[in-house]
């Protein structure tokens, strides 16, 4: 099979990073299995990537691959990339790179996750589904990288209910401290704007939501209506809303988790 990877953009879980799988971690007797293309299908974030030089520390960068039969993305630490895919027999794979965007790094940490990231994907040899993780790797080249399956919420899922807040976190896995709201928050998805509150603020901005990422411009907020001991709580819910974020729905819960704010607000859609 052949497939294109197109420019996706990204944002995440409470990625709070600690919830990631290292692949130092995986069983060596875990049950392995040749994918097919349907089992590739789907978009995936990267949770643990080692090359010849070793374990490369994500931080709180989000890096994503996309499979679908013909139009998929990817997005590595600051940029959005294309590539063509072959699955062959077996457990092979081939990736090659064709177009990454030119956006700088404001981190150079994150400039040094992207290179060695975009190195190791075009030399992968071999794709596995490993614990409903998707490993793709090359033995001679030492290299592995570990995905775990994006749950993908859609716009139009989000838009028109009125969401309240019901709790905020933050902190990293396994010590996320979940914290009761004070106040009335809320948040409100128009088509292309948002609405929100933390509880004494109002929050304004632009939104658009792909692969289960949360992107937002033109964030503004104003505070003059809060008291002293809100303003923790307000800071919480701006940094999450600024993003980028990962958003997943589970019935009337809506979880929204920034990895680089280390934090995640929950809401509870009250038309239902």
Known sequence: MRTTLGALALVGLLALTGCATPADDI????????????????????AAATDAEGKIDLKTSITTITLTGDDTGGKSACNSYDAT??????????????????????DAA???????????????????????????SNEDEEIELVYDAITVTDEASLVGANWQL?????????????????????????????????????ITGDWTLTGGVLITTDVEIDTSDCSAALIPQEKIVEAVLRGPSTV?????????????AKAGLLFRSSNN
């Not at 062959?88 to 790094?105: F, P, S």
């Not at 997943?248 to 680089?260: C, E, F, N, V």
């Open 27 to 46: 069983a060596m007797d875990a049950e392995s299995t040749a994918p097919t293309a349907s089992s590739l299908d789907g978009q995936w974030r990267l």
């Open 85 to 106: 895919v072959e699955i062959g027999a077996g457990h092979d794979i081939t990736i090659a790179r064709t177009v990454i965007t030119q956006v700088g790094c404001d």
């Open 110 to 136: 994150f400039e040094t996750i992207e290179s060695r990231y975009m190195t190791a994907l075009t030399v992968v040899d071999r794709s596995e589904i490993v614990e409903k993780q998707l490993v793709l």
């Open 166 to 202: 019901e709790s905020t976190l933050s902190g990293t896995a396994p010590d996320v401290v979940a914290a009761d709201v004070e106040g009335a928050g809320s948040i409100l998805f128009n088509d292309s704007d948002f609405e929100a509150s933390g509880g004494c603020s109002t």
């Open 248 to 260: 997943s729905l589970d019935d009337t819960q809506l979880s929204i988790d920034s990895a680089k």
